[in-house]
């Protein structure tokens, strides 16, 4: 489940029967919901037996820098948004383990029968948290079932930094989009390109109608690039986000340079538009190497590049740079087309400030 208040937006039922629930979900499927802004159809449903109770509880564990932060209300549902000044809070050192000591002041108003039980049951769920590497975790509400506290309603993420470690844990376990996001073909199709190669590929559109594209060697820099764009006040220019590492070869390159080419340069409409062929100072990825799959795809593409009126932008540094960058200029010169290459003699977002003077200049 990728949202919550799914009770207060009309997505859960209680107590149906198996008539009820086909009428419910029929009446629900494929419709576009709304929630944090972001609309998309609700696509599945969860059935399962309903569990007849009259306590709920609250209970969120959220991973930060420097600890959990765990959360635990008497008062949990679809209103504990207006009850959450009777939500109780600690926090948690990383250094620190878990124990009914520490959970006190979560649970220092319950009856006491249940107060042992329920602090346990915290405990426990918070093992479950740090050993299977979750994010944040919430259930409302749990309940107690025969003395025993029940999960009726939960949602958790994990970190998926750590799935080189959890494999085994998690089985084949698939990381869905956040809601309301839908891959397009070409980010589709980069993104099993990625699913294939022991290097990285990644592709976002941000802004199809975008003047300023990117083609960015690494992911601290792609990021840096985006980032500087955004801080130069023209982030609403920026058709995408792009980033290769790990030293791909070159079919790879050509395969994702095309879809990136094709993207920047469709439905030209007379305006400049500049691609931003950056990345820091490479560690063990040979620049020329990848720079020829680009080269190989800006050749293809040269009609189109000249129809988007297309400038482009270099900056690179690293191994065999130097021939990487000599090709970059010639081919600027074979094709035509506007080609400023830079070594590590630049700064690494120079260009980024050269790409928006030319896109915004009137001619």
């Avoid at 949202?3 to 008539?19: E, I, M, T």
């Avoid at 020829?292 to 040269?302: P, Q, T, Y």
């Avoid at 081919?331 to 630049?346: R, T």
Wanted: charged share 25%.
């Amino acid at each position: 489940m990728l949202f919550g208040k799914r009770g207060k937006s009309g997505l859960v039922a209680l107590n149906l029967d198996l008539a009820q629930v086909a009428e419910f979900v029929k009446a629900r499927l494929g419709v576009e919901v709304e929630m944090g802004g972001c609309k998309a159809p609700i696509t599945t449903f969860i059935v399962e037996p309903f569990v007849p109770h009259d306590q709920e509880y609250y209970l969120s564990i959220i991973s930060e820098r420097l600890g959990c932060t765990i959360s635990f209300s008497e008062c949990g549902g679809i209103e504990i948004e207006e009850n959450w000044d009777k939500v109780k809070t600690i926090f948690l050192p990383t250094e620190k383990p878990i124990t009914l000591e520490a959970c006190a002041p979560l649970i220092a108003t319950l009856p006491l029968e249940v107060r042992g039980k329920i602090g346990d049951y915290i405990i426990g769920v918070f093992k479950v948290f740090q050993d299977l590497d979750f994010s944040f975790i919430e259930m409302n509400p749990f309940t107690l079932v025969n003395g025993e506290p029940y999960p009726l309603d939960m949602r958790g993420e994990l970190d998926d930094t750590a799935a080189f470690k959890n494999f085994k844990k998690w089985g084949n376990i698939e990381f869905p989009l956040p809601f309301g996001r839908v891959l397009n073909p070409t980010e589709s199709f980069i993104h099993s390109l990625d699913e294939k190669t022991s290097s990285s590929l990644k592709f976002t559109v941000l802004n199809p109608k975008g003047r300023i594209w990117t083609m960015v060697a690494g992911g601290g820099a792609s990021v840096i690039y985006a980032d500087t764009v955004g801080d130069l006040g023209y982030a609403q220019e920026l058709g995408n986000y792009a980033e290769y590492s790990g030293a791909p070869n070159e079919d790879e390159v050509l395969q994702y340079a095309r879809v990136v080419i094709d993207c920047a340069t469709a439905d030209p409409d007379g305006r400049k538009r500049a691609l931003l062929i950056g990345g820091g100072i490479a560690n063990f990825t040979d620049v020329a190497a990848t720079f020829n799959g680009i080269i190989r795809a800006l050749k293809e593409k040269e009609s189109k590049l000249k129809a988007a009126r297309m400038h482009i932008y270099v900056r690179r540094g690293g191994p065999n740079y130097q021939t990487g960058l000599t090709k970059m200029r010639a081919l600027g010169e074979e094709l035509g087309i506007p080609i400023e290459v830079y070594g590590p003699e630049a700064t690494m977002t120079g260009i980024c400030k050269q790409a928006i003077d030319c896109v915004m200049a009137a001619a």
